[in-house]
């Protein structure tokens, strides 16, 4: 079985900053690239940023130049994070942490993970 464990939500006011972090746990035999999406109510759920094992990153045109994708270089941990900065209220959703990883039993498989909640006041 594979676990993403996020953490880090909140509520903060425009313009401040939250960090995010997902914890992958498991029998995992390699992880390709993870991610962050985000749902906002009545809206269909968004990819966030990305990063590749390799470390190329992808993000929403939305975000760009605010938020930071990084992931734990640590085999060990499996971790992936998302500074947010510079933070508006259109931002507010619960945020998803995301993983394309192999186990010892199956091939890549997407994981998810429960959610985080994210709200920005204005």
């Known amino acids: 079985q594979v676990q993403l464990v996020e953490s880090g939500g909140g509520l903060v006011q425009a313009g401040g900053s939250l960090r995010l972090s997902c914890a992958a746990s498991g029998s995992i035999f390699s992880i390709n690239a993870m991610g962050w999406y985000r749902q906002a109510p009545g809206k269909q759920r968004e990819l966030v940023a990305r990063i590749t094992n390799g470390g190329s990153t992808d993000y929403a045109d939305s975000v760009k130049g605010r938020f930071t994708i990084t992931m734990s270089r640590d085999n060990a941990k499996k971790m992936v994070y998302l500074q947010m900065n510079g933070l508006k209220p259109e931002d507010t959703a619960v945020y998803y942490c995301?993983?394309?990883?192999?186990?010892?039993?199956?091939?890549?498989?997407?994981?998810w993970g429960q959610g985080t909640q994210v709200t920005v006041s204005s």
């Open positions: 995301n993983a394309d990883l192999s186990t010892r039993y199956s091939m890549i498989q997407t994981y």
